[in-house]
């Protein structure tokens, strides 16, 4: 054990002795007094003298004297049954790659138990202990991630430095200064995390196999915190009809789903806008797309200055 760390220590007491301090207290003491004199949490007393009566009886017979809890006390025998069916159903789900959650779990264990324990709400206490007794876990799905390159932060410090200044050069209004990306949208996004039990090496999880299908999305919004249209791209070459009736999108159409020169344009003019009384900054990435020649006159056109994030410094 290291230095000044406190060893918790658990005792438990025969009936015959909860009774007795009981009875300390109903001859006229304190319960304080009480759990001082018999060594043990006031709690543990205002416990034992609520349940008076039944120590009194349990007590009666000379062979429950000595024990350690009233009748009834303790885990229902038929709980281990439903443990099992329980783990039994884990087992199952993982044996097939599906992912188990938490809340899976609290919700299978309350329709389990349902019809045997009415006062059972399968809080997160419950839980923590019906893993440790079946040696259960959250783990991580096993892929190899990337590592973040060292110098992106001081890159990313050092843009974030230049934008401000060139926002404090030119006055720009908040209403006037926005940021725009595109980011892929998956029709299928594998989760990292699964229930599962321990010493297990490899932690597979299943998908619907439309894990590399995607649309693509871009996101703008401006300095005072309005939010600009999404702009939507999905991927083929005839548009549906339906997609006309969505308010509040833009959407369009690539033969491969991403964002293209032409498609750039489209943005600048349907979610930018021309309508402007003053200049404009645009914030965004160095995409191909929005370093093209076509693009920046578009730009220009449009009163409107862009910063771009370059992989040696902003231009």
Known sequence: MEKGQIKRKFHSYTLEFKLEAVCFVTSGNSKEEAARKYGVDCKRIREWC???????????????????RLDGGGRPPSFETLEESLYSW?????????????????????????????SFVASRGWLRNFFGRHNITLRRRTTVGQKIPETVIPKLMNYIIFVRSQILRNRYQLSHIGAMDETPIW???????????VGQKSIPIRTTGHEKSRITVCLAAKANGIKLPPFIVFKGKRRDRDLNELSGVVCVMSSNGWMDEKLTHEWLQTVWGGLSFGRRLLVWNSFRCHIQDS?????????????LFLEDAPV
């Open 295 to 307: 693009v920046k006159k578009e730009v220009a056109r449009l009163k409107t200055d862009m910063q």
């Open 50 to 68: 609520k349940n008076k009566d039944k120590l009194k009886d349990s007590c009666e017979a000379a062979h429950n004297a000595k024990r350690r």
């Open 187 to 197: 029709f299928d996004m594998p989760v990292d995390t699964t229930v599962d039990f």
């Open 90 to 118: 884990i087992e199952e789900l993982r044996s097939q790659r599906l992912r188990v959650t938490r809340k899976m779990v609290q919700g299978k264990a309350l329709e389990l138990y349902a019809g045997e324990e009415e």
